[in-house]
Structure formats: structure tokens, C-alpha cells
């Protein structure tokens, strides 16, 4: 299946006051819109980037896009910006994103390709935390209330045929978002859990305050015996070598000390009180499916991984040249930059168990944040 994503980034940001649109200003030291653009490119989900640019911000905005990005011409509303945008969609599934929201999580990403595959249309959204009420000359003309009301953010994704289908028919009508023209012309869209993190960058003080969210350590530490007519797999990739680590699991001595790291900066346990090595269900597990899982454990209790860092300890097999594998590897399991993941290899001089060939250690700290 094949994922497009429009980035609708063509406004004036007026309300943010800067006298230029806010995208291309300044966020913790990155341009707001290069932070949306690398949320989703660092997912690894998506095949297609179409950015939408206002002809005003063209000199400034098009050095900033890849070479990979589509770049069309906006228009004067939101919803003639994307009707333009959809024209160059040739995904399956289509994301559509405001520029101006750089904060969301791969795993949010993820979530709406789902929903959209399975059911034609979602939208990203959070319950309400305040009353919503209307004004009037000053006043509240009338409550609207709180209760099964959401504030409704993007990515809103879609099946291509069906919101190419939705906007063909509305003309030169202007909907607040596409979830908006998806009801209108096709049918109700699903409600995908959004997230708090995903604020849009609307007023000033919304770039006053940077995001600081909660940061977390943890450390982990495994070891494997060396064996014969055994697989050396090492953060998920095959290492040719006479011998390999045995284990119950694939004994991916790595991806094991990544783990622990991560569940420990959680204080959720380690690997052995999740996966035992006593379970079946492990036996020959894939260390790289075990993380994903471990993933998912933390994100339960609101944290992402945002770097790692490991040192293999082995006498032999040589591991320099298979470092990059290894590390793009982690990071695409991980769901982060390759940047973020530092993987180093030493031998121990000859000394000790792995000195005399009879193991291989590994060690990894990890970072993770507070998503919300
Ligand atoms: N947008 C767009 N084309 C327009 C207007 C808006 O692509 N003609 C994009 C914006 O760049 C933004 C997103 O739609 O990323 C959401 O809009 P909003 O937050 O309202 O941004 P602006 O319209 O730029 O801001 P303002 O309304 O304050 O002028
Ligand atoms: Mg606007």
C-alpha cells in the first residue's frame, strides 16, 4: 500500500503575528515546517510528500523541502490548498496535515494509515478538556457543553479515490478541514485517538513556550554464550561467523540490552519479567518483533524512545562494517532518526569471557520522553 501525505502549509499565519508566515519561523532552533516534514519522514511510513506553498513564501520555503517533496502552488483557503495538493496524489492512502502541527508521534501517523485503510476516512481528534461555549457582543450567547465533544486536530487520512472523490464535488464551497468534505460528500469519517503534544502553532505564545517534555534515562546489559550451528543476530541483522549465540529467543544480544535500557528508563521491569525465557510462546522469538512489543509497553504508560545508544563487546567476528546495518536497522525498528541511535563494538583485548571467544556482551542506555 502505497501512503501519500499533503502538508498544507500555504497560510499567511496571521494570528501568530510574525508579518510572515509562521511555518517559517524559528522552533527550539528548526524551521517549524522542517520539524513537521521530518516527523514524517523520520516514521519511515510514507512513499509521497506533496507540500502546498504560498507563491509569497516560495523563495524562502521550496530550499527547505527535500528533493523527494512535490511542491504545488496553494490557494487563498486551506480547503483550495489541498483540493490543489490532491492532484499530484498517487498513494493509496493520503495523510493530510497542517504544516503548522510539528509534534505528533510516529505511532499517531501509524494509527490514522490504519483507520483510513480499513475504513475509508479518520480524522485525528481529542476529547475536549474545556467547555466549549459561544460569544457574542462579548458575551456567551449559549453553551455548546464538553460532553462527547472533540477538538479536531490533523493528520486526517483517507482512501485517495474517496477524498479525491469528496473535494471533485465540492466546488468553490470552504469546509473547516477534509474531514469535514469526506462527510459532506461521502460519508462519516472515523474518530482516531489524537494527541495533546499535537498542538497547532496558531498564536504567539504557542512558540513562546517550547515543548519540554518529560525526559527519562534507562540502562540495560545482556550477555550470550558462543556457540556452533547457531545464528549471530546482532540489533536484527544475520552476521556471517562460524558461531552464534544461544539463547532461547534468537539470542539478539543487542536488541536484548535496547530493551532492558528502554523498559528500565520506563521503570517497567526488563525483558526476562515480560518475555521469560520459561514461555513457549519466546522459543526462537525475533528480538526485533520483541521490542516492537516493548514499544508498545512503554507507549502505554505515555513515553516514546527518542535515542539509544550501545556498545557491542565482542573479540570476534569483526563488527565495523556491519555497524551502519545494524544501526539503520534499530532505528527502523525503533521508530527514530538514525542520528539518535549510537551503536559502537569493542573487543576486551583478549581478556576475560569474551576476550577467549566465549560470549559477547552487549551494553545500551536509552532515552525516552513523556508524550504528552
Ligand atoms: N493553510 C494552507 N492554505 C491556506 C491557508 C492555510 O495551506 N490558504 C495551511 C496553513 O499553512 C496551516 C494549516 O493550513 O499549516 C492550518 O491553518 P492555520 O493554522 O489557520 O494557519 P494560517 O492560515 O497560516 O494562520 P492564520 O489563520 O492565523 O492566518
Ligand atoms: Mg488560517
Request: net charge negative.
Amino acid at each position: 500500500m502505497k501512503v501519500s501525505v499533503i502538508i498544507a502549509a500555504a497560510g499567511k499565519g496571521e494570528r501568530a503575528g510574525f508579518q510572515k508566515n509562521k511555518l517559517l519561523t524559528d522552533y527550539g532552533g528548526e524551521y517549524v515546517i522542517s520539524r513537521t516534514l521530518a516527523a514524517f519522514t523520520k516514521s519511515g511510513l510514507i512513499d509521497e510528500l506533496i507540500v502546498a506553498y504560498s507563491p509569497n513564501d516560495k523563495d524562502e520555503l521550496l530550499p527547505l523541502l527535500g528533493e523527494e517533496v512535490i511542491a504545488v502552488q496553494g490557494g487563498s483557503t486551506r480547503t483550495k490548498s489541498v483540493m490543489r495538493a490532491l492532484e499530484q496524489v498517487t498513494g493509496d492512502v493520503v495523510l493530510i496535515h497542517d504544516g503548522a502541527r510539528p509534534f505528533l508521534s510516529c505511532e499517531l501517523i501509524k494509527r490514522c494509515i490504519d483507520a483510513a485503510a480499513e475504513h475509508g476516512g479518520a480524522i485525528a481528534a481529542i476529547p475536549c478538556r474545556d467547555t466549549v461555549c459561544a460569544e457574542r457582543n462579548g458575551k456567551v450567547d449559549y453553551y455548546v457543553g464538553k460532553s462527547g465533544l472533540y477538538s479536531v486536530q490533523t493528520p486526517q487520512a483517507f482512501q485517495t479515490k474517496l477524498i479525491k472523490l469528496a473535494y471533485s464535488m465540492a466546488g468553490d464551497r470552504t469546509f473547516n478541514d477534509d474531514g469535514e468534505v469526506y462527510k459532506e460528500y461521502i460519508g462519516e469519517p472515523y474518530v482516531v485517538q489524537g494527541e495533546t503534544r499535537n498542538i497547532k502553532l496558531t498564536y504567539k505564545e504557542d512558540f513562546a513556550a517550547p515543548f519540554s517534555p518529560e525526559v527519562r534515562t534507562g540502562v540495560g546489559f545482556d550477555c550470550h554464550r558462543l556457540v556452533a550451528d547457531r545464528k549471530l543476530i546482532l540489533g536484527g541483522v544475520e552476521i556471517p561467523f562460524e558461531k552464534g549465540l544461544l539463547g532461547h529467543s534468537d539470542a539478539d544480544v543487542l536488541t536484548h540490552a535496547v530493551m532492558d535500557a528502554i523498559l528500565s528508563a520506563a521503570a517497567l521491569r526488563d525483558i526476562g519479567y515480560h518475555f521469560p525465557d520459561t514461555d513457549p510462546r519466546f522459543k526462537g522469538a525475533n528480538s526485533i518483533e520483541l521490542l516492537t512489543r516493548v514499544l508498545a509497553l512503554i507507549g502505554e504508560q505515555g513515553y516514546s524512545v527518542s535515542s539509544v545508544s550501545a556498545t557491542i563487546l565482542a573479540q570476534k567476528p569483526k563488527l565495523a562494517g556491519y555497524i551502519p546495518q545494524i544501526t539503520q536497522s534499530l532505528a527502523n525498528a525503533l521508530c527514530i532518526p538514525l542520528k539518535n541511535v549510537g551503536i559502537g563494538a569493542t573487543t576486551t583485548e583478549g581478556l576475560g569471557f569474551v576476550g577467549r571467544e566465549e560470549g559477547i556482551c552487549a551494553h545500551a542506555t536509552a532515552v525516552i520522553i513523556a508524550k504528552h
